[in-house]
C-alpha cells in the first residue's frame, strides 16, 4: 500500500474560532417516504435515533394528504356495501396528529410537503407506487384550499402558532415529472401553488411558502414546455461525455417568473438535486446517466448565482431530495463508497444551501412495495432491522462538528467546538477516481467495483491553544471497521435475518476503529491519521464519564 506524502502540517493556535460559520446544511433536514409509514414503530424509533445521534431538525415526506391518512373525507365507509355520501366533506386529523406529535416529541419539526391529492378530490384516475398515490389536480380549487386552510388552521390550534411558523411549506412533490407526480400540465401547477400561497398567507404572512419542488437538474428542454417531451432528450442521452452539457434547473426560473409577475410569496426554492439523470435515446429506451462528483456543488453554485440576479434574491435554498442516485434498489447506498461521497459533497455545498435533505434516513419506504433482503439498496441511513449503515456513521461524525471553521481542505475540515475545543471530519476519497462520482448498482457485488481503487492518504494536523491533557475520540470507518454490508455478503446474503444475525451484523455495523487521543502538556494536539481508500474518520472531544 502506498501513502501520499502528507500535506504542510497546520498549525492553528488561535481560539475562540475565526469567523468562518459552518452550515450544518446536511441535519437541517431528513427525507422519509410517506406520512403513513411514520406510524410504525420502528419509524419512530428510528427518527428519534436519528435526531439523537444525526442532530436531524426536519423531516419531510410524501403523502400527508394521502388516503390511507383519512384527512379529507367525502363519505363514510362501513366496511360492507358502498360507502356513504356525506352531506359536505369533513376533515379528521387522528392519524395525521400521531405522525405530527411523534415527530414534535423527538425534538423535531416536519417540512410540510403539501400532497398528495384524496382521492375524491382528484380529477384523473391515474395513481404512483404500490400504495396508489394521486398525483392529479383537484377537481376544485376552491375544495383544495379549504383542505390546505382547515389542516393548517388545525396545526396552529394544536401546536401554537409560533410553532407552525417555523415549518416550512412546500407546494406538492416533483410536479414536473408528467404524469407520474402530476398528471397536470406546468401552468396547472404554477395556479396549484398560486392559490395555496395565497391560502397560507391568509391564515398567517408568518407562514413560510416555496416550491417548485422540481427533480433533478436536466440538460435539453425536455420540461420547457406545459409537458414533458422525451423526443428532446436523445443528446442528453447519446452524448459521450454528459459534464460537458449545460446542465439547468427544471421549473426554477418559470416559478420565479410567474411569482414575480403575480406579485406571489416565494420564501423558498426547493428542488432535488441527484447527481445523475435517465433520458430517452432516439429509439425510446431510456438510459441512466451519472455526472461527475462535484455535480451537486456546481448545481447549487449555478442556483444561487441565478437566485442572487432574481426578484427574491434573499428566498431560502432547500434541496429537499439528495442522495447519490433516486432509486430505492440501488445497492451503492449500502456501501462504504456512498458514505464518503455524501461526506465530501455535504462538506464541499455546506455554504450553499440551507439544507440538503437526504433521501431518506431509513430503509422504512414503500415507494416500490417492502425491500427484498435486508441490504437491497434501500436510501436509508439504518435498514429495516435498525442496522447502522456506513452512511449512518458519516452523518453522526459530521453532526459532532463545531459551528466554527478553523481549517478546511479537499481532504476535510477541522472545527471549534462551543466548548473550546476541536472536531474534524476527514476522508479519503480515492485520487484514482478522478473526477467520477460512485455510480449505481443493480447488485451488492456490483456495488463493489470500487474496492481496488487508492491510494491511502495520510491527514495530518497539528491544533495548538488546548487544555492540557484534554481527550479527543478518534473513529475511522472503513472497509474493515462498519462496513455490515459486506459482512452480510460474506455471510452469503441471507434474504431473511434470524435474531442471532440482527445481533452479530449490529456489532459489525457499529464496530468502528475507536482510539483516543491527548492533548500534550503544551496545549497541542498533534493529528496523525492514514486513511485507507474511502475512509471516513472523525476526531472529537470524548465524551465525559460522570
Request: net charge negative; charged share 25%.
Amino acid at each position: 500500500m502506498s501513502v501520499e506524502a502528507p500535506p504542510s502540517t497546520l498549525l492553528i493556535d488561535h481560539l475562540p474560532p475565526s469567523d468562518l460559520p459552518l452550515r450544518h446544511v446536511w441535519s437541517e433536514c431528513l427525507g422519509a417516504g410517506r406520512a403513513n409509514e411514520a406510524l410504525r414503530v420502528d419509524w419512530q424509533d428510528q427518527f428519534r435515533e436519528a435526531v439523537r445521534v444525526l442532530g436531524a431538525r426536519h423531516v419531510r415526506f410524501h403523502g400527508v394528504f394521502h388516503d390511507d391518512m383519512f384527512v379529507y373525507r367525502a363519505s363514510n365507509g362501513g366496511g360492507f356495501g358502498p360507502p356513504t355520501p356525506l352531506a359536505e366533506p369533513v376533515y379528521t386529523y387522528a392519524y395525521v396528529d400521531k405522525v405530527f406529535d411523534a415527530i414534535l416529541d423527538a425534538g423535531a419539526r416536519p417540512f410540510v410537503e403539501l400532497g398528495f391529492m384524496p382521492r375524491e378530490l382528484a380529477r384523473d384516475t391515474e395513481t404512483l407506487f404500490w400504495w396508489k398515490a394521486h398525483g392529479s389536480p383537484p377537481t376544485d380549487m376552491g375544495a383544495w384550499v379549504e383542505l390546505v386552510t382547515t389542516t393548517v388552521r388545525h396545526w396552529i390550534d394544536r401546536y401554537g402558532l409560533d410553532e407552525v411558523r417555523r415549518w416550512p411549506f412546500e407546494v406538492w412533490n416533483e410536479p414536473n415529472l408528467v404524469p407520474h407526480f402530476w398528471t397536470g400540465t406546468r401552468s396547472e401547477y404554477f395556479a396549484l401553488y398560486e392559490a395555496t400561497a395565497r391560502a397560507l398567507k391568509a391564515i398567517d404572512p408568518g407562514l413560510r411558502v416555496g416550491g417548485p419542488s422540481s427533480s433533478v437538474f436536466v440538460a435539453d428542454a425536455r420540461y420547457d414546455g406545459e409537458y414533458h417531451d422525451k423526443s428532446v432528450e436523445a443528446a442528453t442521452a447519446e452524448s459521450d461525455d454528459p459534464d460537458a452539457l449545460p446542465w439547468k434547473p427544471v421549473w426554477i426560473n418559470e416559478l420565479i417568473a410567474f411569482c414575480a409577475e403575480r406579485d406571489l410569496p416565494l420564501d423558498f426554492l426547493s428542488t432535488h438535486l441527484y447527481p445523475t439523470d435517465f433520458a430517452f435515446d432516439t429509439q425510446g429506451v431510456g438510459r441512466p446517466i451519472s455526472r461527475n462528483r462535484d455535480a451537486t456543488r456546481d448545481d447549487l453554485l449555478h442556483l444561487r448565482e441565478l437566485l442572487a440576479a432574481s426578484p427574491f434574491p434573499d428566498a431560502e435554498v432547500h434541496v429537499t431530495e439528495w442522495s447519490t442516485s433516486p432509486s430505492s434498489r440501488d445497492h451503492m447506498h449500502d456501501t462504504l463508497f456512498a458514505a464518503t461521497y455524501i461526506t465530501r459533497a455535504f462538506l464541499q455545498c455546506q455554504d450553499l444551501a440551507d439544507s440538503i435533505a437526504y433521501w431518506t434516513f431509513t430503509d422504512v419506504f414503500e415507494e416500490g412495495g417492502g425491500g427484498i433482503g435486508p441490504f437491497h439498496g434501500g436510501f436509508g441511513f439504518v435498514n429495516e432491522q435498525g442496522l447502522h449503515k456506513p452512511t449512518f456513521h458519516a452523518m453522526a461524525m459530521l453532526n459532532r462538528l463545531g459551528r466554527r471553521i478553523l481549517a478546511q481542505h479537499e481532504h476535510g475540515v477541522l472545527t471549534a467546538t462551543a466548548d473550546g475545543g476541536v472536531a474534524g471530519v476527514f476522508f479519503n476519497y480515492p485520487d484514482s477516481m478522478g473526477d467520477r462520482s460512485v455510480g449505481s448498482a443493480t447488485s451488492y457485488a456490483a456495488a463493489r467495483r470500487h474496492l481496488g481503487e487508492g491510494p491511502a492518504r495520510r491527514v495530518a494536523h497539528t491544533v495548538s491553544g488546548l487544555r492540557p491533557g484534554a481527550e479527543y475520540r478518534v473513529e475511522l470507518l472503513d472497509w474493515e471497521h462498519g462496513n455490515v454490508a459486506e459482512e452480510w455478503h460474506r455471510r452469503g446474503e441471507p434474504l431473511n435475518l434470524s435474531r442471532r444475525d440482527v445481533a452479530e451484523l449490529a456489532a459489525v455495523a457499529d464496530g468502528l476503529d475507536r482510539r483516543t487521543l491527548a492533548v500534550a502538556d503544551d496545549g497541542v494536539l498533534t493529528i496523525d491519521l492514514e486513511l485507507p481508500a474511502w475512509a471516513v474518520a472523525s476526531i472529537s472531544p470524548a465524551p465525559t464519564t460522570r
